[in-house]
């Protein structure tokens, strides 16, 4: 690793982050993550291309709109249900849910709220319909192995979207 190098295809690239709207940080990662640059790797696109050719120690700062990151926020999405019909182990805010639907497809929903004897399910990922800013600090860069270029990021490691 040297302190030249800088994010290009099939580099390991490892960094902390924070998603924020304008005023309020709704997410933070202080233990570094990684990706394969160019890879399948699950990192928004407009983050990624705004990654590239930076170095070790840069602080980059990405503006994305809801189609750029979590998609919109659907309305048809939430549905809300007497708390008596919903299972005791779902019965906190944010249980998960997976529901199938008829053609076999699976879909989690979130329990967003409890009021009134009524229970509320999200299936919208928490930051859909969101403008959000990531902030993300590189830590380090290095040549991937192969088997991290398969994986598009360290074995093991998940991306949150």
Excluded at 81 to 102: G, H, K, L
């Amino acid at each position: 690793m040297s302190a030249n190098e800088k994010i290009e295809k099939h580099k390991l690239v490892q960094f902390k982050y924070r998603i924020r709207d304008d005023q309020t940080v709704l997410e933070q990662v202080d233990i570094p993550v990684g990706y394969v640059h160019s890879t399948e790797n699950g990192m928004f696109e407009k983050v990624e291309n705004a990654l590239a050719g930076h170095g070790e120690g840069d602080t980059i700062e990405v503006k994305l709109s809801p189609a750029e990151g979590f998609g919109d926020y659907y309305q048809e999405m939430v549905y809300v249900d007497d708390i008596n019909n919903v299972p005791e182990e779902y019965r906190t805010i944010d249980a998960e849910v997976d529901f199938q639907s008829d053609r076999g497809e699976t879909k989690k929903f979130r329990v967003t709220k409890i009021e009134n004897g009524k229970l509320t399910l999200d299936g919208n990922h928490p930051l859909a319909g969101k403008e959000l800013i990531f902030t993300i600090d590189i830590v380090s860069i290095r040549d991937a192995t192969k088997e991290e270029i398969e994986e598009g990021r360290l074995p093991g490691e998940l991306l949150t979207h």
